[in-house]
């Protein structure tokens, strides 16, 4: 069974930074992707970054140039490194593991509050 604990949300002020992790653990296979979603009440979920098994990254517009995703392969774990937040970036944050038999796997999302 796979599981991913995300960690590192909190309240920050504008301008400032966080790192978002996201550990897995369990039986991965053939992992295509990893992948940061942001969620606020009442609306869906969006993708922010993705990081390809290929190494590529691709990031949203609203988070280009601020957000970067990286991962440790040692020890399967993803970041997200937030820069310059702004009080848009208030969300719930998940981090997602996709194989390339498109299963997904889901972390239990951290609460990212961004205010003066």
């Known amino acids: 069974q796979v599981q991913l604990v995300e960690s590192g949300g909190g309240l920050v002020q504008p301008g400032g930074s966080l790192r978002l992790s996201c550990a897995a653990s369990?039986?991965?296979?053939?992992?295509?992707?990893m992948e940061w979603y942001r969620q606020t009440p009442g609306q869906e979920r969006e993708r922010v970054a993705i990081?390809?098994?290929?190494?590529?990254?691709s990031y949203e517009d609203p988070v280009k140039g601020r957000f970067t995703i990286s991962r440790d392969p040692a020890t399967n774990t993803v970041f997200l490194q937030m820069d310059s937040l702004k009080p848009e970036d208030t969300a719930v944050y998940y981090c997602s593991f996709v194989s390339y038999g498109g299963v997904r796997h889901w972390g239990q999302g951290t609460q990212v509050t961004v205010s003066s």
């Open positions: 369990g039986r991965l296979f053939d992992v295509y992707a």
């Open positions: 990081r390809r098994n290929s190494g590529s990254t």
